[in-house]
């Protein structure tokens, strides 16, 4: 079946670092892939998602490229802030099946110290 | 976008009461929504899929008779936390799909706290 696999946190960085969190995922088909972030008490908000191979996700300065030949949709951003501190799930869904459910990975916890 | 709501957003009960968490689709209708639980520092495990005008689909493991399900209209579905105990307390979350993706709009969860 399908599964997600994401860098085990916790992450801890200080302001302005460099973020990659890395995700891998094996699926069949051509799935949709996300990143969901998780803000202290909160839901689940979308931040990025692409839809086919290559495409590049993009909001509030995270990336994330679609490669199909490493199976991978790592989350960057350039410099993290405080208020990036929350738990980021990466996830897939298959768009060709018909299949609604939501995969996701096991979520990384990052922490931002100033 | 599309905006899915969950009412209570928490809920402290007694053990052995029933507690009932509402998700609605405020601006678009879903045929189907999605139930998950999340256990603190872990990821959300799928419950079930609420699908509108039939029965729910329940993921293996979970009890359907604790965890009753109702998909009462195209934009609202119910879980009713049965007979509950202490260890049903958790963070329940909600989903709907929507647009040409399927992309899901989750809902703001409600914690619930069993004493």
């Known amino acids: 079946g399908d599964s997600v696999t994401q860098m085990e946190g916790p992450v801890t960085l200080s302001e302005e670092a460099f973020l990659t969190i890395n995700c891998t995922y094996t699926a069949t088909g051509y799935p949709s892939l996300f990143w969901y972030v998780q803000y202290p008490g909160e839901g689940l908000q979308l931040l990025l998602k692409a839809t086919k191979a290559d495409d590049k996700g993009s909001n509030k300065g995270f990336e994330a490229t679609y490669r199909k030949e490493t199976t991978s949709f790592h989350l960057e951003k350039g410099s993290v802030q405080v208020s990036d501190s929350a738990v980021y799930f990466c996830a897939l869904i298959q768009t060709n099946f018909g299949n609604e459910k939501l995969t996701f990975g096991t979520g990384t916890r990052l922490t931002i110290i100033p | 976008g599309a905006v899915v709501s969950q009412h209570p957003s928490w809920v402290i009960c007694k053990s052995g009461t029933s507690v009932k968490i509402e998700c609605r689709s405020l601006d678009f209708q879903a045929t189907t929504m999605f139930w998950y639980r999340q256990f603190p520092k872990q990821s959300l495990m799928l419950m079930a899929t609420?699908?509108?005008?039939?029965?729910?689909?329940?993921e293996q493991g979970v009890e359907k008779d604790k965890f009753l399900i109702n998909h009462a209209s195209l934009t609202l579905s119910t879980l009713t936390v049965t007979s509950a105990h202490p260890e049903d307390s958790s963070f329940y979350i909600c989903s709907a799909p929507a647009g040409m993706i399927n992309e899901q709009f989750f809902g703001p969860g409600t914690r619930l706290t069993v004493l």
């Open positions: 609420s699908n509108e005008g039939s029965k729910a689909t329940y």
